[in-house]
């Protein structure tokens, strides 16, 4: 069985998640969704105890119960009116199921932003690191710039490292070495310390800044420079 909407990512899961005991439970699980969409409700919750939470040898960085999660909202994505039901997923799953979806959005690109966005949003606002880490995951491309700076720093709050958030050098800019040189000031302030990495960050992007302004600066016409 392969997923219903030609991922190869999901395939993939697919395959890796062959040979391990909760293998026929998903299948069951994935035709139960397909047919009944609300029946993802039931098997949602109940794929770590039946497919276990071991790292799959096969997909790093995925455990096998995240995986069959990423399986069975790739099938309800594929149902009418299956995508209105990913809120309700969301906001009724435990941790681990909240960060199995949050996982999941990055390879499942038919979750539409409607229902995605708000989740990023709310995953930000949470304490919980793991959560916070993945919402600034390639799933963060979802979230706008301003959304997305306030996540940097609130991992720079919580003591994520800086260096799983998708995309931070190309998407750090003025704003965010703004964001960065307050906290900084408010952190010596205060007598402590300030991340090595966000310290890093904040210079990076201090001297991307030097360097686009000295561009610019060769770039403009000069006094008596022909027209």
């Known amino acids: ?13 697919w395959d890796a998640l062959d ?10 699980a994935v035709a139960s969704v397909r047919k009944e969409p609300a029946s993802i409700a039931r098997h949602f919750p109940a794929a770590g105890r039946h497919t276990g939470r071991e790292t799959l040898p ?6 096998a119960d995240q995986a069959a999660r990423a399986v069975l909202l790739d099938a309800l994505l594929a149902t009418p ?8 997923l969301y906001r009724y799953g435990d941790s681990r199921e909240k960060l199995a979806m949050l996982t ?3 390879i499942l690109p038919e979750a539409p932003d409607e229902q995605v966005v708000p989740i990023l949003r709310d995953a930000l606002r949470t304490n919980d690191t793991r959560l916070v880490a993945a919402a600034l995951g390639p799933v963060a491309d979802r979230l706008d710039d301003d959304a997305w700076r306030q996540g940097v720093l609130k991992c720079v709050f919580m003591g994520v490292p ?10 750090g800019d003025d704003g965010l070495a703004l964001m960065l040189a307050g906290l900084a000031e408010e952190r010596a302030a205060a007598g402590r310390d300030f991340p090595e990495d966000a310290a890093a960050l904040l210079t990076d ?5 030097r360097a686009g302004t000295g ?13």
Not at 205 to 209: E, G, I, K, M, V
Not at 216 to 225: C, F, S, Y
């Open 1 to 13: 069985m392969t997923g219903i909407n030609d991922n190869e990512a999901v395939d993939d899961l």
């Open 19 to 28: 040979g391990t005991p909760g293998r026929p439970w998903l299948d069951d």
């Open 58 to 63: 096969a997909e790093p960085g995925w455990t």
């Open 81 to 88: 009116g299956g995508p209105d039901q990913v809120a309700e």
């Open 104 to 106: 999941a959005f990055s």
């Open 162 to 171: 800086l260096a799983g958030i998708h995309g931070l050098h190309d998407r």
């Open 205 to 209: 992007l201090r001297r991307d800044d």
């Open 215 to 227: 561009q610019e600066r060769d770039a403009a016409p000069r006094p008596g420079d022909a027209g």
